[in-house]
């Protein structure tokens, strides 16, 4: 019996050590709990209580009050903790805890001294089973709307140790009245010794059920963080495709109404079932808006052109599925992936791919049928419909049906036919949808007067665009094509070099890169002139000081109002971005 007393409290002084451990690693905890430190309180007074009683059988004397004391003082500190998951009730002073625990050590060596091993287990249980009953029912008192199946668990791991607390107490009474008599736990016999093994052993099962409700509020607290962050971060991109998209407000509302009705009718059908998922569709929705966000790229001239392209014109034009892309992909980078989720890699998708085509005749990558992802596919008819039912200082609009003939004209060739299919079912509630959306005359005309000009409209986007460039949390420059002198900077990239922004615009390219990198630099403007774009590079900057940071850069060549060539870069900063 001894043997088994020995290696059963090292067993449970390691474990509840374990837990204790993790306890201590959650600092969130503190500020969700008037008494956070009673939980880890629990958890060493237990492994104390293990220590106590192995000494024990060495050393009656103290060892013995420690090991019953600290027993009792842990399921207290569980009392408590589980007390103070309501903001509503008392604290108890931590400090009076501490005293009332060195008061009770001291009681409880008089009475190890003077009263019955009998007595002292009546008193131990007693206590125990009082405060497991206590720890219950303010669970029971807890909301039932904030309970979860963890509660329940902890709720069991109550009943079953106060039901072995109980039965040690009728086998103690039955030990009575059959004439036997022990003095410490060591000469138990094997049936109450194991009684009183189980009656400790309990415990984990409480500390386990804590435990698993600390970690799932935890990870519903970051499950909420993230969804605020990704929500904030989706405002904000949103805020910079609505600024510099020549739509309406009411096209980004239409357009994701119709893809939601597309995609719901596509998954009823069982078409493309796997991939069109309840979760994929809302994030499909959620990042529709951002389709054209390319456009941040765009020069005024060309956006806001009232006529046709020309054609030199409609090639910059379609350089916004690119632009989409790599503005989407350097937030993406500058965000845990946990924060980021499935959202931005769907906008990615959509960005990207909605002007691909069935036939492989869209752009910019020339995709074909199933190689589209099926987000830009449907993306692609809801845009079309939208454009075409929607007037437009280019072009008037057309009637419902003339824009249903269109769309089913152009399935197998511009549509994925699937989509087109669904389309033909859902074509009522896309009128719906267009007549309840309908664009607000002000949206089409500038805000402060109806003319038939677009001036006012380019003056308020620029602004916007112009603050959204200064705040953008990735670095972004404009650099003249020809001279390599930078033109245009925002914030971030000069917090990452450490200029002012006086200073900054003194400079080329060619100050803040090291000189190691010129046949990477010369390779880079060969590829920019071939193909319009460059990246993602990988090299160096020098900051102010004379020191490097290692960042990643794309590029795109761009045209202002005079016909000057930029190149507009978007700069991360490799040092910076999170791991993950």
Request: glycine share 6%.
């Amino acid at each position: 019996m001894e043997l088994f007393n020995f290696v059963f409290y090292i067993s449970m002084a390691v474990v509840t050590l374990v837990i204790f451990l993790g306890a201590i690693s959650h600092k969130e905890f503190r500020s969700q709990y008037q008494d956070h430190r009673y939980w880890p309180a629990a958890l060493i007074l237990m492994a104390l209580s293990c220590f106590g009683f192995i000494m024990a059988g060495l050393q009656p004397f103290f060892f013995l009050s420690l090991g019953n004391t600290s027993l009792i003082f842990s399921s207290l500190a569980i009392f408590l903790f589980i007390k103070s998951w309501d903001p509503a009730n008392n604290r108890f002073p931590y400090r009076n805890f501490w005293i009332a625990f060195v008061v009770l050590l001291v009681a409880y060596e008089f009475l190890r001294i003077y009263a019955s091993f009998n007595t002292r287990v009546y008193f131990v249980a007693s206590v125990l089973g009082i405060l497991s009953l206590l720890g219950l029912v303010e669970l029971f008192l807890i909301p039932k709307g904030e309970q979860t199946r963890q509660h329940l668990v902890l709720k069991i791991a109550f009943c079953i140790h106060l039901a072995i607390v109980a039965i040690r107490v009728f086998g103690i009474t039955l030990g009575i009245s059959g004439g036997t008599s022990v003095s410490t736990i060591y000469q138990e016999g094997a049936l109450t010794g194991m009684l009183r093994a189980l009656g400790v052993a309990s415990n984990l099962l409480v500390y386990l059920g804590i435990s698993n409700i600390l970690l799932e509020r935890a990870w519903r607290k970051e499950e909420k963080k993230s969804a605020n962050n990704e929500l904030r971060m989706l405002s904000s991109l949103n805020a910079l495709a609505h600024a510099r998209d020549n739509e309406t407000g009411a096209h980004i509302i239409r357009t994701k109404a119709y893809v939601r009705r597309l995609a719901t009718r596509m998954r009823s059908l069982g078409v493309y079932a796997d991939e069109l998922t309840v979760h994929t569709i809302e994030k499909m929705c959620q990042a529709a808006p951002l389709h054209d966000i390319g456009k941040v790229g765009i020069p005024d001239s060309i956006l806001y052109k009232k006529g046709g392209l020309t054609k030199e014109e409609w090639g910059v034009m379609k350089t916004h599925t690119l632009i989409g892309e790599t503005v989407l992909s350097s937030t993406m980078s500058q965000f845990p992936e946990e924060d980021v989720g499935d959202v931005v890699s769907v906008a990615i998708q959509i960005a990207d791919g909605h002007h691909e085509q069935w036939d492989g005749s869209g752009y910019p990558r020339g995709l074909s049928g199933q190689a589209i992802p099926i987000s830009a596919r449907i993306m692609s008819l809801a845009d079309m419909y939208d454009a075409l039912i929607s007037e437009r200082v280019y072009k008037k609009e057309w009637t419902h049906d003339q824009a249903v003939a269109e769309i089913i004209s152009k399935k197998g060739t511009h549509f994925d036919p699937a989509v087109v299919e669904a389309f033909v079912l859902e074509q009522d509630h896309f009128k719906e949808i267009a007549q309840k959306h309908k664009d607000d005359v002000t949206d089409l005309a500038p805000s402060y007067q109806m003319v038939d000009t677009v001036e006012q409209k380019l003056r308020n986007s620029e602004e916007r665009f112009k603050f959204l460039f200064k705040y953008s949390p990735i670095g972004m420059a404009m650099v003249d094509h020809t001279t390599g002198d930078f033109v245009e900077v925002n914030d971030a990239l000069l917090e990452y070099t450490q200029y002012t922004k006086e200073e900054f615009l003194k400079l080329s390219f060619w100050d803040i890169t090291p000189k190691e990198y010129e046949q990477q630099e010369q390779e880079q403007i060969e590829t920019l002139n071939k193909t319009g774009s460059f990246g993602p590079n990988y090299k160096e900057y020098i900051r102010k000081d004379g020191t490097r940071f290692p960042i990643s850069i794309r590029g795109f060549i761009l045209a202002d109002e005079d016909g000057r060539k930029l190149v507009w870069g978007v700069i991360e900063d490799l040092s910076k971005q999170v791991v993950k």
